[in-house]
């Protein structure tokens, strides 16, 4: 009795025995895994083993040399900045001499000790993890080496396999190892490194070590520092966990581990680890956007043209009739045709699709190998027949695949001057923001329906609301026009039905969106929500509140938009591209898409004509008085246009020509356009200077400038006037390279010899006079619409300018427009400035004329770029060409007894104000 009470004294607790059964039944199985990973590992075995599990998987060589990454395509400014990128994931890669060694030995040190001695796989790695697989200690650390890493990198495990079945895990560990194996078979040490840092995803659209160095300390790979290096090699552990703009303090702990590692490995001593361990992240974060950065409207634009050169193809077309298939065009038919979708090429059977009449346009290959062809095919009804179009990419990869801008890598290089361009957008701003809005809501206050003028009655204001409703970008995702998601168009969109309701799939960024009813739309822009929206005094021109879509949509329309361009006359290269005040809230660019009226900037092309023409000269006298041109209306009847100036006098002295010019009279022009007796010698001498002059009507009014044009049109022609009368039409990409830097496409100006340069340059002498006053040899008089550009500085800051300027004003009608052009020997820019709707303008005429609308930005610009020696702009006059022929510039010598011309250094001060007055 008391021996069996003794063994129940000692008999151990049913929890503990219980702890210990599961803790030798947790031993066997580390045991038998062990001895699993023990028997793989035989030379003979486990190789065989390996190989049998795993070859259905492994890459070939040919995966290995060409694997399928997504590379960004990078934008570089002439003078070597990178603008932007366009991407679906932002990565970008080095070479190895691009990597400072802070990097390499840091992920020597904490990824793989002893990288520089094994073959892929570190079996010293393996056994110590094989340690702690049977001690139980998970602080033993992987087994993974930088190829391994690497391996997995390239071709991604399957989601969830880590929580999978041990046995699935094992396999994929075995697949590992052999493809590791192989890169280190392919690739050398160096090119190992080097493809690893290219792969790695750093979050916040960082992929790769050149764009981690870019959003995190806008630097690049070569030049990051010790704590720089070593706080993005410990991000690559685990990015999400490691995320520096959200767990600082776990990132620094990160960063003094491998720290931690490089002196334990010899890479640096204590004392370089004690200087960098506590320094702070130091972080520059540069957020990847398309929206923002410089010229984000010249990126769009960029992204357009870009896709339009890799659309380009050699055209092949064939009908089929009703006897079959021409037999020379017989091999087209018979092809094995492919398409992909979803990145799977499926069949596409030609002949049922010609039999069916399955009218589409459609991207094909011939065949699935890595030499196929590819074709773009379109097949349309032709009178009861099938044309059939394949057309062959002109700018292609060597297979014939058109390249993809988005993930091909391409460095695009291009005209524009990072410093231009980043003084023109701060021109555009400065002015709008600091002085001409608020003058815009000030005189517009007494409208009855602000913004628009009282010219519109309410239902005109509905219409346009209605218009720019259906505009809007959210009305366009909401109606399955563009994606919800990237704001791709509709080519993009594949339309599908779920739960009996319309949908759209977006093919680039795979975003689901369903497609809502014009009741539904309706509801959803008339209700009030939390928004951001545009505003000029508030931090980062955003403010929050709370209105409807329909509400804001008439607020944006109380902004005045901008656009200014700039070119190097004598090369055509656009130095600088503003398309509106601030990309992220007013999208579209009024550079090249957006076309306006343009007003009396027009006025220099009409005097050209007739100075080509000789049939004026420009000291010629024309009185100041009512000119008339017939204009036949209808079949039988004549109507007389007889443009006023604005003040509506006529005083009848004799005027110069180069004084009408300078103060840009109406009834002078119309004067000289009446001796050009025909308004078709205007366009045909337009056309030359690059204007599409197919929808421009051939009437008198023309010399007004009463149609649209784009600021790119203007700039381009008038660059022509410094240009010695050579028309170059204005380019912005130099040239486009692939990953490889082979050269895909160069620039090729196109020239046109439009005018004779002594026609030019007396174009030019007469514009100066706009700048410069040119004094009435009648009366005491100044004309000069922009003689404000030579006051004090110190009452208009964009003021001051005393280098010889060229330039014209523009002003349309009910103060719509405002424009001005401004020539230099260098620089040829023009700027725009107007309502979203012709209806939405100035009261005033001395707030809404170009003079006052446009000409300041112009001024901002130059007096930046005068300021900055780097850039090396001429502040000399214009070059006169050698042998001028029987044109006299000097109107002293052209008339008699006449008054010296006028001296805009000693007079001009006071005759700002006696030509503008006060206001």
């Not at 410089?294 to 009908?319: N, P």
């Amino acid at each position: 009795m008391k021996e069996t009470q003794t063994k129940k004294e000692f008999q151990e607790p049913p929890e503990e025995s219980n702890r210990q059964r599961k803790a030798l039944s947790k031993r066997k199985k580390r045991v038998i895994i062990v001895l699993l990973w023990l028997g793989l590992l035989s030379p003979t075995y486990g190789l065989i083993s390996m190989i049998w599990i795993s070859s259905s998987e492994i890459p070939s060589f040919e995966q290995l040399e060409n694997p399928k990454s997504l590379l960004a395509s990078t934008i570089f400014t002439s003078d070597h900045v990178e603008m932007g990128r366009y991407f679906r994931k932002n990565r970008t890669t080095v070479r190895y001499h691009e990597l400072t060694d802070n990097l390499i030995n840091a992920l020597i040190a904490t990824e793989d000790e002893r990288f520089r001695e094994h073959s892929g796989v570190d079996f010293r790695a393996t056994a110590r993890v094989v340690k702690g697989m049977i001690s139980g200690d998970k602080n033993q650390g992987g087994g993974s080496t930088i190829s391994q890493q690497l391996a997995k990198q390239l071709f991604p495990r399957d989601s969830g396999i880590e929580e999978g079945s041990k046995i699935a895990f094992a396999k994929r560990k075995f697949w590992e190892w052999i493809v590791a194996s192989k890169l280190e078979r392919s690739y050398s040490k160096n090119e190992i490194i080097t493809n690893y840092f290219n792969t790695i995803e750093f979050l916040n659209n960082a992929i790769g070590i050149k764009s981690a160095a870019r959003v995190y300390f806008n630097t690049t790979p070569d030049s990051l520092r010790l704590h720089e290096a070593a706080m993005l090699v410990g991000m690559a552990k685990n990015p999400s966990l490691f995320n520096p703009l959200r767990r600082p303090d776990t990132v620094k702990h990160r960063r003094m581990v491998v720290l931690g590692q490089m002196v334990k490995n010899g890479f640096i001593d204590s004392a370089e680890y004690k200087a960098n361990k506590d320094k702070p992240l130091g972080l520059s974060f540069t957020k990847v956007d398309h929206q923002e950065g410089i010229g984000a409207y010249f990126r769009e634009s960029l992204r357009e043209e870009t896709s339009k050169l890799f659309r380009q193809s050699e055209h092949h077309l064939w009908i089929i009739d009703t006897l079959g298939i021409v037999a020379e065009n017989q091999r087209y038919y018979d092809l094995d045709w492919h398409y992909l979708e979803d990145g799977k090429p499926l069949r596409f059977n030609l002949k049922e699709a010609i039999e069916t009449k399955n009218f589409q346009s459609i991207t094909l290959m011939t065949d699935t190998t890595s030499s196929a062809n590819f074709f773009k095919l379109r097949i349309l009804s032709v009178e009861d027949l099938v044309k059939v179009e394949l057309r062959k990419f002109k700018c292609s990869k060597p297979n014939g695949a058109p390249f993809d801008l988005y993930t091909d890598g391409l460095k695009i290089h291009t005209t524009i001057d990072s410093r231009h361009q980043q003084y023109a957008e701060w021109a555009v701003q400065e002015h709008l923001k600091s002085e001409l809005q608020d003058q815009f809501f000030k005189n517009n206050a007494k409208w009855k329906r602000p913004p628009f003028s009282d010219d519109l009655r309410a239902g005109q204001i509905d219409t346009i609301m209605e218009r720019s409703k259906r505009r809007s970008m959210y009305y366009k995702q909401l109606s399955g026009s563009v994606c919800m998601n990237c704001q791709r168009p509709k080519r993009y969109l594949r339309r599908y039905t779920k739960d009996g309701k319309p949908h759209v799939s977006c093919y680039h960024c795979g975003h689901n969106s369903a497609i809502r009813t014009k009741e539904e739309i309706d509801e959803v822009l008339n209700t009030p929500r939390p928004m951001k929206v545009f505003d000029w005094k508030s931090n980062r021109f955003e403010r929050d509140t709370v209105m409807s879509p329909m509400d804001s949509i008439r607020y944006y329309k109380s902004f005045l938009r901008a656009g200014m361009m700039s070119i190097d006359p004598s090369t055509g290269h656009i130095k600088a591209w503003v398309g509106g005040p601030h990309y992220r809230h007013f999208k579209y660019d009024m550079v090249k898409k957006g076309r306006r009226q343009v007003g009396s900037t027009f006025k220099p092309f009409v005097y050209a004509t007739a100075i080509q023409n000789k049939l004026i000269e420009p000291c010629q006298e024309f009185p100041n008085i009512e000119y008339c041109i017939d204009v036949p209306v209808g079949n039988k009847r004549m109507k007389s246009w007889c443009p006023n100036n604005s003040d509506g006098l006529y005083d009848g002295l004799p005027t110069p020509i180069n004084y009408a010019l300078a103060a840009s009279m109406n009834n002078i022009t119309a004067g000289v356009m009446k001796q050009i007796q025909y308004p078709q010698k205007v366009l045909d001498f337009v056309g030359g200077l690059g204007l599409d002059t197919a929808s421009l009507p051939p009437v008198p009014s023309m010399a007004l400038g009463v149609f649209d044009l784009s600021i790119y049109d203007m700039v381009g022609a008038m660059g022509a006037f410094v240009n010695k009368g050579n028309y170059i039409r204005p380019i912005f990409i130099t040239r486009i390279e692939d990953k490889n830097g082979m050269v895909l496409f160069e620039a090729h100006p196109e020239i046109n010899e439009a005018m004779q340069p002594d026609v030019a340059y007396t174009i030019l002498n007469m514009m100066k006079g706009v700048t410069a006053g040119v004094r009435h040899p009648y009366k005491d008089a100044v004309g000069g619409t922009a003689i404000r550009i030579r006051g004090r500085k110190k009452n208009r800051p964009y003021a001051g300018i005393k280098y010889p300027i060229a330039g014209k004003t523009g002003t349309t009608q009910n103060q719509s427009d405002g424009w001005f052009m401004g020539l230099t020997p260098d620089l040829v820019a023009g700027v725009w400035v107007g309502g979203e709707d012709r209806a939405i303008r100035f009261r005033s005429l001395k707030l809404g004329m170009g003079t006052n609308m446009a000409l300041p930005i112009w001024g901002y610009y130059m007096n930046k770029v005068y300021e900055d020696s780097t850039l090396n702009v001429s502040k000399l006059d214009f070059e006169k060409p050698t042998g001028m022929l029987d044109i006299q510039l000097d109107c002293r010598k052209y008339r008699s007894n006449k008054d010296s011309d006028f001296d805009y250094e000693e007079e001009i001060e006071g005759a700002e104000e006696e030509y503008y007055g006060e206001f």
